[in-house]
């Protein structure tokens, strides 16, 4: 399997896929593939979003932390993921702070 500009495939997915149907894996390789690329926006600004999404649909915390991972690995700063999670806040309100504390703690080192 490829990397695509340094974003690691969704391995539990496409294996998932796979038992499924290998067509669908196919699918979702070739999406990922399209999406998690640099383009108009780059990788490191796609993942912020993610990490946002991922926070305001409650993902379980192991996913946010792979998530914040990616995020960092493309180039996101500390002061980037703080301000993504305060954009969150103002959305979705203070809940979504509350469920961002293990991403905050991990920041700290």
């Known amino acids: 399997m490829s990397q695509t500009r340094g974003c690691k495939e969704p391995i ?25 690329r640099d383009g108009a926006l780059p990788l490191k600004f796609k993942h912020l979003i993610a990490l946002a999404l991922s926070i305001c649909h409650g993902v379980e915390e192991k996913q946010a932390h792979k998530i914040l991972a990616r995020a960092l690995e493309a180039g996101a700063t ?3 993921i703080i301000e993504t999670i305060l954009v969150v806040t103002w959305f979705s309100g203070v809940p979504s702070l509350v469920a961002s504390r293990s991403i905050i703690e991990s920041l700290k080192s």
Do not use: C, M, T, V
Not at 22 to 27: E, I, M, Q, Y
């Open 78 to 80: 500390r002061e980037e």
């Open 12 to 36: 539990e997915a496409l294996e998932i896929a796979e038992r499924i149907n290998p067509k669908l894996k196919d699918a979702i390789n070739a999406l990922y593939s399209f999406i998690w």
